[in-house]
């Protein structure tokens, strides 16, 4: 049966224990100007003697430098935790990010307090102890140490349903945002509004997330700094997530042991780091954030100024969409008049008052730029609109760090590596650099110390032409191009994977290590391609003493493919990463050689089985045909070749499909393995009128995808289709049109007109030459020989058949 909910008494009796001569709990939520503005009243009324924060513990080292003078924010620090003295295995890394802005109560506590000169410290568990607490569940490096749980209460969304709010962000903003009545009325309505979303959680959920341990933690904390405190002097403020806080009076009267957590001999840090609104904006995946942080930093700068809650949400409103005007103007060349403007404006004040609110919320400024500032349908002609309003509503805004900031290991290790590579990481403006693959080991340090970091996701360099080992595709440049620019984004990106090493290369080879992980999870062997592209991932990255394990798990993931086309292809890469010896250094990987043998016996393996549709035709004639240039490949020198030709041999004469027959009897023409004789009578028997058109249009592809000079060295295709076509009636050539198009695509135009000329001859006359038209597509011609058809038929019926064809039997 469901616990009730909480009572009236329950939430008065709760909000009166925050407040108590030893200890003050200010509950809030991440990001809240309303929950910062209760901090500072807090602050003002009770005169703390110690303020605790939450956030892992070692933090409290940072609070010179969140205090600096010339930082700027959002800055966020970002804590990592990973196994000591060894290589990262997949799972065993963990970190995440606390972002701060102006208005993050967290940030506004600790500012008063070292401001005042109050001891303030940071009160939660360390990354790697919060992970353990979760069973490792939690923390997978990119993610918010700051979760909040309060989007998933059913109760909290059956209230916003009932206030006719939208979301969860919208109730917020109502009850709270919007508000400015005393800090007693925001614990009583922040302890309702948090009793609510603990209520929709279970016991088994709290533990699963490591909620107890961490609480624990807090609760100890918060008795070690009462017993410090002296006689007669001010409480001890805890500021917490409200989630955490409803918690804290019981923890503080029953207290549990502080939490022991193992986590091994570890490696943890933390780093602090540029931050900015786009990141921190709930829209875009920060599930501990609050919606469009730039309107906020807007009612925040107006609070600062001294503005009541509404005058700050009209003032703001009207600065909002004078933004929103401007953007519209200089992005989208969309210029808005200014009574457009002041109608906005005006509907804005008055949703608000309509829906009883104190001022415009966020939801009603969007109403009102919707209402106002789209002409149209707001899915087509509101697109520039939308986007506009969110950019402005989000926000721009990027933090600077203050001097002295500390630089994390995996930072100064990148900046190293790239000062070594004469690679630039202090302009302004991206540049270029040009890598030779095939000649200049320097080059090749440098393509994989970049690989490495796109690998890494860091946003540094853009590969932009070159040579894709890992692909296959453009492998006949000899330069690999790329285009780079160190920014904030570079250097947080490689704080998150800080986790994963405290060098380049250590955390490279982590990520690697849980790129091979996830395709062997729970034992399952992967699809032959994607082995093989991992391989030469690999190689490319530089790993080629850590390619053992991935060319085990290549053997057994041709094992077990069962698709000839497939091994074909997973048999072509490794060719070509065989064949790449130089720019790849594909020599230093192990068994290679023998690899590309197994993966080639695989290959004859499975198109012996071939019979009918096991592969689409189309794809087992274009694997043939690879499989015959991997012979003559250097990859394939080495390789038996008459295991190959027996089996296009067998699927010349007995495969069910005729496009296969086809491509098959090409390619043993063109190696002079079928005389023209033999090819004649192929043609012949498959053009027969005995045959379906279809099987016969089929055959005729097969064969001109592989040996496509049959068609005028004496094999007798033009003839015998000739003759074919003449038998024909108009609906079955046009049911053929589509892949009669596609037999002949291609042919070069020279080739086109040697057929052109052959079909003439036949039939007695000169070669045609009538006007070329290249603009017409293929459903064009299509569609014309069907209404063609269309007014044949038309005519016949209206006796008029002989205008066409002659007279009528």
Partial sequence: MTDPLPTGDDVRALAARFVGDEVVVVPV??????????????????????????????FTGLVELLCHPDARYPLAVYAWSRPAGRATAPGEGHGGYHPFCDYSPELVAVRLAHAAGVPVEFCDLEVGEQAAAAAGAVLPGAGSLQREEYAHSRSLSALAERLACRDHEDLWELLFEARDDGLDAHLARMTAYCLLARHDTSDAELEREGTPAREA??????????????????PVLVVVGGFHAVALPDLLAAPPARPVLDVGPVVEGHALVRYGFDRLDRLNGYASGMTSPGWHQRLWDEHLRGSTPAAARADATLTTLLDVADALRTGARTPVATPTLVNAHRQALLLADLRDRPGPLRSDLVDAVTSCLVQGDADVEGVAVAAATRRVLT????????????????????LARMAELRLDTDGTEPRDVALDLYRNAAHRRTSRALQGLALLAVPFATRVAGPDFVRGTGLTRLQERWTYLWTPATEGRLAEASMLGSTL?????????????????????????????????????????????????????????????????????????????????????????????HAYARCLYLGAQLRGDEDPPEAAADALTR??????????????????????????????????????????????????????????????????????????????????????????VVEALDSRLTDWDQPTFLSTLPDLRLAFTGLTPRETDRVAQAVAALHGGERPDPPVRRDVDAATVQAYAELSEHLLDGLRRDGLGAWTTGPQP
Wanted: net charge neutral; aromatic share 4%; charged share 20%.
């Fill in 29 to 58: 939520r991440h990001h809240s100007p309303a929950c910062a503005r209760a901090v500072t009243a807090a602050f003002e009324r009770f005169r703390p003697s110690h303020v605790l924060v939450e956030g892992p513990r070692s």
């Fill in 505 to 597: 290369d250590e955390a490279v080879e982590a990520r690697f290590g849980a790129l091979v992980a996830e395709l062997t999870d729970n034992g399952a062997t992967p699809p032959s391609g994607r082995a093989v592209a991992l391989l030469a991932q690999g190689a490319v990255l530089g790993l080629h003493d850590r390619s053992g394990p991935v060319v085990r798990l290549v053997r057994d993931a041709l094992g077990a493919e069962t698709s000839f086309v497939a091994a074909v292809r997973a048999t072509g890469t490794l060719a070509l990463l065989a064949d790449g010896r130089e720019a790849v250094e594909s020599g230093r990987i192990a068994g290679l050689g023998a690899l590309v043998t």
């Fill in 627 to 716: 499989l015959r240039e991997l012979l003559g490949s250097p990859a394939g020198r080495d390789l038996d070749a008459a295991p190959f030709w027996a089996l296009v041999d067998r699927l010349r004469q007995e495969h069910e499909r005729a496009l296969l027959r086809g491509a098959a009897a090409g390619l043993a023409s063109t190696a002079g393995r079928l005389d023209v004789d033999h090819l004649a009578r192929d043609v012949a028997g498959h053009l027969a009128g005995s045959v379906d058109a279809h099987e016969a249009v089929g055959f005729v592809r097969g064969l001109l995808s592989t040996a496509r000079e049959t068609v005028w060295q004496g094999s007798g």
């Fill in 217 to 234: 933690e807090m609760a100890w904390h918060v008795r070690q700094a009462v017993a410090a405190r002296a006689p007669g002097a001010g």
């Fill in 395 to 414: 926000g721009d805004q990027v933090g600077r760090l203050p001097p002295g900031t500390g630089t994390p290991p995996l930072v100064r290790d990148t």
